[in-house]
């Protein structure tokens, strides 16, 4: 079955299909600074939707900002409806749309663990 950004329980797909791919991993963990990371990470992407790469390598050590990205996937749709918001808030502008948003969790997402590998 394939799901989409913005059909019912995509996020939470994406959160099981995350715990799938690392059990090893264990229970997602947000920090203060990890958070403030995330938020710099997505709102670059969603400015330029090419820059995963460039976003990721501004980060340093991306393992913060991921767990804090795996936190609001977890969290299901209220979460990332959340930090959408905060992002909004922090970085100005409209706020995105939880699809966008979890889509773009998962691209950065999947750039880190590319490079963990």
């Known amino acids: 079955m394939v799901i ?10 994406l959160a099981e299909w995350e715990a799938d791919q690392h059990p090893d991993r264990g229970e997602a963990v947000s920090t203060a600074s990890g958070r403030a990371q995330a938020m710099a990470v997505v709102h670059s992407v969603a ?7 460039d976003a990721v390598d501004a980060l340093g050590d991306p393992e913060p900002g991921a767990e804090a990205l795996r936190h609001v996937l977890v969290g299901g749709t209220p979460s990332v409806e959340a930090f959408a918001g905060e992002l909004a808030d922090a970085e100005g502008g ?24």
Request: no cysteine; proline share 5%.
């Open 4 to 13: 989409r950004p913005g059909q019912g329980g995509y996020i939470e797909a």
């Open 94 to 117: 409209e706020v995105l749309p939880s699809h966008t948003t979890t889509s773009i969790i998962g691209e950065v997402l999947a750039e880190i663990d590319k490079r963990s590998d």
């Open 47 to 53: 400015e330029e939707r090419d820059n995963v790469v």
